[in-house]
């Protein structure tokens, strides 16, 4: 069993930032990636960004320059750092770990930025 949690969401002013934590606990032996994705109401879920078990990150273009994705091993904790917030990044965010077994997801934490 896997289980994550994400922290850190709230509401914030256009060009703000806010940091997202994502605590992974559980059968986490053999992690390929984990990635933040986002959800705006009436859109589709979309990936934000992706670390890899190497260590290799990747971005939406949407949010290359201001997003950091990073990984804290001592504290199973992948972190998301939004910076240059828009009103356009609110949504609620999720993350997601992918095992060899499968793919789990958290509940996911609300980001809100107002103009």
């Known amino acids: 069993q896997v289980q994550l949690v994400e922290s850190g969401g709230g509401l914030v002013q256009a060009g703000g930032s806010l940091r997202l934590s994502c605590v992974i606990s559980g059968r986490i032996f053999d992690i390929v990636a984990v990635r933040w994705n986002r959800q705006a109401p009436g859109k589709q879920r979309e990936l934000v960004a992706s670390?890899?078990?190497?260590?290799?990150?990747s971005y939406a273009d949407s949010v290359k320059g201001r997003f950091t994705i990073s990984r804290d091993n001592d504290k199973n904790t992948v972190h998301l750092q939004m910076n240059s917030l828009k009103p356009e990044d609110t949504a609620v965010y999720y993350c997601?770990?992918?095992?060899?077994?499968?793919?789990?997801w958290g509940q996911g934490t609300q980001v809100t930025v107002s103009s």
């Open positions: 997601n770990v992918q095992l060899i077994a499968g793919i789990y």
């Open positions: 670390i890899s078990s190497g260590g290799t990150t």
